[in-house]
């Protein structure tokens, strides 16, 4: 089931901060949100997760909507290391797995 | 930081041998898992692992064992290998079963000829 819905890519100009946005309308109230990255031939690297409250750490901050219905991922200085696939997840805390959709494709520009 | 290291990055395989892809965390996490990608498919659950010698059928464990001996590895065994066994695995860990997150390997991308 595809709970959450990202767009295809992004591009984002180096320096620049990245706003990566999510929509998950069906969330429910004890679903988590979390963001993950894979850089090519690499495996999934965690970033940051959050229930409602808008959350911050050493690699980004991740805003949730008053209502849950979608949250925004933010690079705040993006790189060229940052260029990778996005993927924003959502998931009761007592969840076996964690459901990979396709994500957004984000491209750092120089 | 968490390290979980799997054993190969790359590993090519014959049509019925038995294959073993092996995982290690340093962090002491009661939780593992097994996942392979496939491109469309996305993540899949093959196995998991709550503590030692414990494991649990992921989504797709058909033509898959597990093994977990000591709680820092967790071994994936594909008892006779195919070549619809052809994927990208993921090994993961995570501390509890709660809202802590998993953190991944680098994978192993293997092939069966």
């Known amino acids: 089931d595809a709970k959450t819905t990202q767009p295809t890519s992004m591009d984002c100009a180096e320096g620049r901060a990245a706003n990566l946005p999510c929509n998950h309308s069906t969330i429910s109230g004890n679903e988590y949100v979390y963001w993950y990255r894979q850089i090519h031939s690499q495996g999934p690297q965690y970033i940051i997760h959050?229930?409602?409250n808008n959350e911050t750490n050493e690699m980004a901050s991740l805003i949730i909507t008053e209502d849950r219905k979608s949250s925004t991922l933010i690079l705040p200085h993006a790189t060229l290391r940052d260029t990778a696939v996005y993927y924003c997840i959502v998931r009761v805390a007592a969840g076996n797995q964690f459901y990979f959709g396709t994500g957004t494709s984000l491209t750092v520009i120089p | 930081d968490v390290k979980v290291t799997q054993s190969s990055r790359y590993l090519v395989k014959r049509t019925g041998e038995k294959v073993f892809l092996e995982c290690v965390q340093d962090m002491d996490h009661e939780n593992m898992f097994w996942y392979r990608q496939d491109p469309g498919l996305g993540l899949r659950l093959i196995y998991f692992s709550y503590d030692v010698k414990m494991k649990e059928k992921g989504d797709i464990p058909e033509g898959y064992s597990v093994s977990r001996e000591k709680k820092e590895r967790f071994s994936l065994i594909l008892e006779s290998a195919s070549t619809n066994q052809t994927s990208m695995y993921l090994c993961?860990?995570?501390?509890?079963?709660?809202?802590?997150?998993?953190?991944f390997g680098d994978g192993t991308r293997l092939s069966i000829l």
């Open positions: 959050g229930l409602k």
């Open positions: 993961a860990s995570s501390l509890y079963i709660g809202d802590q997150p998993q953190h």
